[in-house]
């Protein structure tokens, strides 16, 4: 179930291997606790881009990672991974291979204004530019 928790997300180290959540206790802003860390994912090399946008009208931001390798000598590939927080304050978020295209960079954008939020996933070296239209509706 959706909470819509606020939450930071980072790649640690920069360009590494694990994708990481903050996520903010309740009254966080009349509080001095620490935000709750919580590593969603340990399977892959370089993770590059990260975003975060509502793809499904619940109350949560979906995180969305762009992984520009292949983790060497594993099974892990690169590509787009989509994190939905099924319930962001317990840790438990829900992975989404999209696809293992090379992606370092992506941003988030209602391409045809039909009120969805489509991702625009580019990869450098690769030379590749996709776009995944949103079809979750
Ligand atoms: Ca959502
Ligand atoms: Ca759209």
Same mark, same amino acid.
């Given at each position: ?7 930071? &997300? ?19 802003? *009349?509080? +001095? ?12 090399? $370089? %993770?590059? &881009? ?10 949560? *931001? +979906?995180? #969305? #990672? ?6 060497? %000598? ?7 991974? #989509? ?10 978020? *829900? ?6 295209? &090379?992606? +370092? ?7 045809? &204004?039909?009120?969805?939020?489509? #991702? ?12 995944? $239209?949103? *079809?979750?509706?």
């Amino acid at each position: 179930m959706a909470d819509g928790a606020s939450y930071l &997300a980072t790649v640690e180290p920069w360009h590494s291997d694990k994708i990481l959540v903050y996520v903010a206790p309740k009254d966080w802003a *009349q509080s +001095e606790l620490l935000w709750p860390r919580y590593v969603l994912d340990e399977e892959l090399a $370089w %993770g590059h &881009a990260v975003a975060c946008a509502n793809l499904d009208d619940d109350l949560d *931001q +979906e995180l #969305i #990672i762009g992984v520009r390798d292949d983790k060497k %000598g594993t099974e892990h590939r690169r590509g787009l991974r #989509i994190y939905d927080p099924g319930n962001a304050s317990e840790g438990r978020w *829900q992975r989404t291979l999209v696809d293992p295209v &090379a992606t +370092e960079d992506l941003t988030v954008a209602d391409l045809e &204004a039909d009120g969805d939020n489509d #991702i625009i996933a580019v990869g450098r070296k690769t030379h590749n530019v996709k776009i995944y $239209w949103n *079809q979750l509706k």
